[in-house]
């Protein structure tokens, strides 16, 4: 199975107020092929203390255990070194979020918050990864830049980036 860059995002949401805007461009960024959603696990957490959970995924059964065994390796090692490779696509079989880790997220939100978990797969990124492999390029870093340090350096709309909480 071939797969593109899988990234993880993690999205706090202090004071939720869903309009039902962001589902559906999800829905739209996969259905053009631009993302592969491997996984979704949004937490709400109620003013009363209860708590919501919702989980998503657009992998096959077979698919699941194929990437969730490789995401599961990568899991895995980066908790357990070599014998979390072993262990982690069992783990993976599951789902990709153990209860564990649910319950983690869900005691990290306040009361009358949310959070949102996803794990993407790049799909658009596939094509350019190939070209840049077949002319012997090799991919030597990356990452993400948030759009509150390219304000930071000079950007525009400085109202309409929101810095992330640890940016404050």
């Given at each position: 199975m071939e797969f593109g860059p899988v990234q993880i995002l993690v999205v706090a949401f202090e004071?939720?107020?869903?309009?039902?805007?962001?589902?559906p461009e999800l829905r739209r960024l996969r259905e053009h092929d631009i993302v592969r959603l491997i996984d979704l696990l949004v937490v709400s957490?109620?003013?009363?203390?209860s708590l919501s959970t919702?989980?998503?995924?657009?992998?096959?059964?077979?698919?699941?255990?194929?990437?969730?065994?490789?995401?599961g390796a990568l899991i895995g090692f980066a908790a357990d070194g070599d014998e979390?490779?072993?262990a982690g696509?069992?783990?993976q079989r599951e789902g990709v979020f153990t209860d564990a880790e649910r319950w983690a997220v869900a005691d990290t939100?306040?009361?009358?918050?949310?959070?949102?978990?996803?794990?993407?797969?790049?799909?658009?990124?596939?094509?350019?990864?190939?070209?840049?492999?077949?002319a012997g390029g090799?991919?030597?870093?990356?990452?993400?830049v948030h759009p509150a340090d390219l304000v930071a350096v000079g950007g525009d709309r400085?109202?309409?980036?929101?810095?992330p909480p640890d940016r404050a």
């Open positions: 004071d939720p107020k869903f309009t039902g805007e962001i589902l957490k109620a003013d009363d203390g919702v989980e998503m995924s657009d992998l096959s059964q077979e698919e699941s255990r194929e990437l969730g065994s490789v995401v979390g490779v072993e696509p069992e783990a939100i306040p009361v009358g918050s949310a959070a949102a978990v996803a794990l993407l797969e790049h799909r658009w990124a596939i094509p350019m990864r190939d070209m840049v492999h077949r090799a991919s030597l870093a990356d990452g993400w400085t109202d309409s980036v929101p810095a």
